[in-house]
């Protein structure tokens, strides 16, 4: 994600006033990541989706507001009704890598790793795991942190990836490879991740644990 992401802004109202928006560097790391998994079935996707502004030309990479909440909803919905339940698993997994690459190579990535550097190895991961909270909730949508004795949480409180699709089999968004990527880099450690909650299987939320 781009830089000035340490001054990252808390989601903007919609048109409507009443809308959260996604800002542009979020929403051209999703456009990037289709256009390599979709090849000609990118420009039909974007139609469908109602997102056909950007066939021609990627939102900028900045955090002006690119998009709606309810427009990423859809528009993973369609990624998910073009290729079926496993092919877009593994379209999230890719995404996630990329954005978590992106990150650790922004100011604010490389910010985060010189402050873990400075805390004891024993507070990192749950000072990553309130620190991801939060800048989520500031350039997706709401997250929260939670801890008990065997791991710490993070809950989306607003999965967009989950927010259309219902009976997946299997937990489907893909960010627990994100959280995972991002927690070896910037705490110096490998943190088994595992999503213990998805939405998309009939749960109220998506919930990771990063365990202890």
Same mark, same amino acid.
């Given at each position: ?28 790391? =999703? ?40 427009? =990423? ?12 339940? %496993? ?69 989306? %409180? ?36 595992? %999503? ?17």
């Amino acid at each position: 994600m781009a830089s000035g992401l340490n001054k990252a802004p808390t989601a903007a109202p919609g048109p409507a006033g009443g809308e959260a928006t996604i800002p542009g560097q979020s929403l051209r790391q =999703i456009l990037l990541t289709l256009q390599a998994s979709c090849g000609q079935q990118y420009e039909p996707l974007l139609k469908a989706a109602g997102l056909a502004r950007f066939q021609h030309t990627l939102p900028p990479d900045d955090w002006n507001p690119a998009g709606t909440t309810t427009e =990423i909803a859809r528009l993973f919905k369609v990624v998910y009704d073009m290729l079926g339940e %496993e092919l877009t698993r593994l379209f999230h997994r890719n995404n996630n890598l990329a954005i978590a690459e992106y990150l650790l190579h922004s100011p604010r990535g490389q910010q985060l790793i010189t402050q873990a550097a400075q805390l004891p190895p024993e507070q990192r991961l749950g000072w990553f795991v309130r620190e991801t909270a939060l800048f989520s909730g500031r350039t997706w949508t709401p997250h929260t942190a939670s801890e008990d004795a065997s791991a710490w949480y993070l809950t989306n %409180e607003q999965c967009l990836v989950c927010a259309g699709i219902h009976g997946a089999a299997a937990p489907f968004c893909g960010s627990a490879t994100l959280y995972a990527h991002m927690a070896k880099a910037v705490i110096g450690q490998r943190v088994r991740v595992v %999503e213990v909650e998805c939405a998309a299987m009939g749960a109220p939320h998506c919930k990771y644990a990063l365990y202890k």
